[in-house]
């Protein structure tokens, strides 16, 4: 893999990292001008859909959406949609920097799942990397004090869960094209959607209504430049560029919301960071070591 591709795709998921930091932002926003949850998850996904159209007709085609893996993507769909919910409550109920803090955690999950469920060997240094992170998590949330909303942490915590559980299920799904799975899982959690949204419509000033369908194509554009880093680069190449969601986070935070992260945050975040670097890391390592051995003698 050339160096050029790679930093193709570094630049793909920084600016994935931005549009996605966006999203959440103007989650909050729209929610503090009157929107509901499932107002804002119906219109991310019925403004995403031209976008992901569109992607998909300038790239492989229509004829790229024929599945023979339909139950996959409609388990992929579901899972994915728990997962929405709980992202999005989190970004409601928490400021954003902490919000976006316990999404660091998708690594930590990722291993235990790994271990727990697909029975995969993990040895010492990553279960140590896996309890540095969540004593990284009890320090931003620290127990007990009255500044931290539990309930919106135990939201994230569960938001990351799902993101991990998703990952393991494209696993099943990697050879189906990028396109392929974000139109499925697009389309497919639509009604499931609209159901509830149905119960929620009411009238909205124009500024609102714009900012509802921002976070549709905003969220589009993201999903998209983060499909196509992971093609261009290694995944140890790209997922460290997902902490740089922290400053967009901090930043708009201070800008529209005037909130600053808590000392915790500051004190938590960077081992959580830490922890999920070294896991990665860890199955870089372990990938290229087990291709090593894999691979056939001339």
């Known amino acids: 893999m050339t160096g050029d591709r790679v930093l193709k795709g570094i630049g793909l998921r920084l600016i994935a990292i931005f549009f996605l930091s ?10 503090s001008r009157g929107a509901t949850l499932f107002e804002t998850m119906f219109w991310r996904q019925a403004c995403a859909l031209p976008v992901v159209l ?3 007709l300038a790239g492989p085609g229509l004829g790229s959406l024929r599945t023979t893996r339909f139950k996959g993507h409609l388990a992929r769909s579901m899972v994915g949609l ?3 919910v709980f992202t999005f409550g989190a970004v409601l109920l928490l400021p954003l920097a902490e919000a976006t803090t316990f999404q660091f955690t ?24 896996v309890l540095i992170g969540f004593a990284g998590v009890l320090i931003v949330v620290r127990p007990g004090a009255n500044d931290m909303s539990l309930a919106g942490a ?13 990952a393991i299920l494209l696993r099943q799904l990697r050879e189906e094209p990028a396109g392929t799975t974000v139109f499925y899982f697009t389309t497919l959690t639509l009604p499931f959607i609209a159901i ?3 119960f929620h419509i009411q009238p909205h000033d124009p500024l609102t209504w714009g900012i509802l369908m921002s976070i549709g194509l905003v969220g589009g554009f993201g999903q998209i430049a983060l499909t196509g880093a992971s093609r261009l680069a290694p995944v140890a190449a790209v997922v460290p560029m997902d902490y740089s969601g922290l400053i967009w986070a901090t930043l708009y935070g201070w800008l529209i919301f005037g909130v600053l992260p808590a000392a915790s945050t500051w004190l938590g975040a960077p081992i959580i960071i830490a922890s999920g670097l070294f896991i990665v890391w860890r199955e870089q390592k372990l990938g290229k070591q087990q291709t090593l051995t894999t691979a056939p003698e001339d």
């Open 54 to 56: 569109g992607f998909v």
């Open 82 to 84: 728990v997962g929405m």
């Open 106 to 129: 998708v690594p930590i999950f990722a291993t235990l799942l790994g271990a727990l469920v697909l029975r995969e060997r993990t040895g010492i240094q990553r279960w140590s990397a």
């Open 154 to 166: 135990a939201v994230g915590l569960l938001a990351a869960l799902f993101v991990a559980v998703v």
């Open 22 to 31: 966006t999203m959440s932002a103007l989650i909050k926003l729209a929610e």
């Open 196 to 198: 509830p949204y149905s």
